[in-house]
């Protein structure tokens, strides 16, 4: 006899099942070289416009052709820069992490603006599972871009040695909603996700979680880095 208990069961793995189906797989839509420049060059580069002829002259041709302090292509024009972004209005009321390797290698570095500061899962293994939840004010402006530094970008040696996610599962407000398909790359990837929250004062706290599915694995340590995910939308001006 079909018990109730039975029917109760797979009537929750049909539930489960057809949550997932429903998800969106997403590819990068953009993906944005990173210069190969120094901390050094990044303070003064933070501090000081492209004009001044000495730290251009600096530079390498590759980051010459790229470093823009007013050009929304560069990443350091998304990190440095002074030109309004989504930024200028947007909100994070938090950011934490399932785990970390260590005090230094913490979830919120996942969203500090530095190449130089990574999230780095701590659990046995290449990190499948491991999670990074991004809790956001109900009036924030809302978000319809994901940006992402996959892997400990401040190098390439870094980079090749540590793992990199191949799979991101995206859940808006604890319910599965796409599924990251990142490439391996040290570029910074852009994902269209839609239009989440709400820019509403009345609205509760919402959350975006980011689940690591797969991996590409690193030539030398296990650990699984995301270097930076942080956000683009609407609702600023």
Excluded at 67 to 81: A, I, K, N, Q, R
Excluded at 108 to 131: K, M, Q, R, T
Excluded at 206 to 229: A, M, N, Q, R
Aim: charged share 25%; proline share 4%.
């Amino acid at each position: 006899m079909f018990s109730l208990k039975k029917a109760t069961c797979f009537l929750s793995i049909f539930v489960c099942a057809c949550s997932f189906a429903q998800e969106k797989v997403l590819r990068p839509t953009k993906l944005t070289p990173i210069p190969e420049v120094n901390l050094v060059k990044c303070e003064q580069l933070a501090s000081q416009t492209i004009d001044n002829y000495s730290i251009y002259e600096a530079l390498g041709q590759e980051d010459k052709a790229l470093v823009d302090l007013g050009e929304e292509d560069s990443v350091l024009g998304h990190f440095y820069s002074d030109a309004c972004s989504w930024y200028c209005g947007g909100e994070i009321s938090k950011v934490s992490s399932s785990s970390a390797l260590s005090a230094q290698y913490e979830g919120e570095n996942a969203h500090d603006f530095s190449i130089l500061n990574v999230w780095a899962e701590g659990v046995p293994g290449n990190g499948e599972g491991e999670y990074l939840v991004y809790t956001f004010p109900g009036r924030c402006p809302r978000i319809t871009t994901i940006e992402i530094l996959n892997g400990y970008t401040k190098t390439e040696k870094a980079w090749l040695d540590n793992g990199r996610v191949k799979r991101l599962r995206m859940y808006y407000n604890g319910e599965p909603y796409a599924v990251l398909e990142l490439e391996d790359t040290r570029r910074l990837q852009s994902f269209d996700v839609g239009i989440l929250g709400f820019h509403d004062a009345s609205a509760p706290d919402w959350t975006l979680k980011f689940e690591i599915l797969d991996v590409y694995p690193g030539d030398k340590y296990s650990d699984t880095v995301i270097t930076e995910l942080f956000f683009d939308g609407i609702d600023v001006h």
